[in-house]
C-alpha cells in the first residue's frame, strides 16, 4: 500500500495517551439484523462513551499533547461531536477549549458542549461558515486551532477503532464507514488496508452531502453549494486536499444514500438491536439496505459512530419510516 499521513506506531503509541473509557468499544455480531439485510452483520459500537461518539479517541490526542505545551488554549469548529469530544478531553487537563458551531446544529451537541465546560460560538451558515470563524479566532487569540481530518491527531486516534477490528482476528470481509470530513474513515481505512489488505473498506455518504465521494470518484476535491441531508455529522461541502490523497490510497469504493434509506436504518437499529442512533451511524446499514445483492453471502462489519439525537426529530423518524422487507 502507498503511504498515507498516518503510521501504524504512532497510532498504536495513542491507545496510551487515550482515556480506557473510549477503547475496546463492542464489538459484536448482530444476527437480529441479519433477516432484513440478507448479510451477516457485526456491529463497532461507539456509542457507549461520556461523549456518545468515536471523537474523543482523537481530542484525546490532540489534548494530551496541549497538555504538555506552553499555550493551552484550544479552538475548533464542529457540528456538535468534535465539539463535545474537545471540551470532556480539555476539562480533563485543564484547557481552554472554544468552540464554534452553527446555529443550525443539533441543539442536544450543543447543550452538552456547554455542560462538558467549553465556551460556545454560534455563527450564521452551515459548518463551512463556522470553520473559517474558528480559523480567524486562531489566528487572532494565537491558539491552536483543531482542524477535524486534516490534524493527523483526529485521523490516527480514529484509526484505533481499526486495531480493534483487525486484533480480533476477524471474519469480516466489508467495513461499511460512514463518510464527512474523513477522519474515521481514512484512520480504519489505513489499518485495515495495512494489516487486513483483503477486507474491503466502503465509505458511505448520504446523497444530499455528497462532495467526498464526488471527490474520491473523481479523484480531485469536489464542493458543493450546499448540503441536504438529516445526517448532519457528515455534511461538508468542502474536502480537504490532504484528506482526499489518503482517502484515495483506502478507500476501495464509495457510495451515497438516500435519505428515505437512512431513517429506515435508524429505525431498524432501533426495532432490532436496541440501539438510539444519529443518522450518521446509520450510513452503513442504509448502504446494505439499497443494495442487497451486492453484500448477499457477506459479514459485513460497520461503525456505530454516534447517538447525539435531537430526541423530537428522532421520533419524527424513526415513526414514521417502515423498514424495508427484502
Known sequence: MQETRLDTARIRAARRVIDPVFLDTPLYRCEALEPGLGCAVSIKLETANPVRSFKARGTEVVASLLACGAS????CASAGNLGQALAWSGR????DVTVVASRSATRAKLDRIRAWGARLELVDGDHEAARERAAAIARYD???LVEDSLDIETCE??????LELVDTAPSFDTVLIALGGGALATGVGHVVKALAPEVEMICV???GAPAMTHSWRRRRVVTTDATDTIADGV???CPIPAVLDDLLLVADDAVLVQEASIIAAMRMLLDH???VVEPSAALGIAA???DRDRFAGRHVVTVVCGSNVDVDAYRRWVGAAPVPRP
Not at 72 to 75: I, M
Open 235 to 237: 455534511a461538508g461541502r
Open 92 to 95: 480533563g487537563r485543564g484547557l
Open 72 to 75: 493551552r488554549a484550544v479552538v
Open 288 to 290: 446494505v439496505l439499497e
Open 142 to 144: 494565537g491558539i491552536r
Open 273 to 275: 438491536a436496541g440501539l
Open 157 to 162: 486516534g480514529a484509526a484505533t477503532i481499526g
Open 205 to 207: 455518504q448520504p446523497l
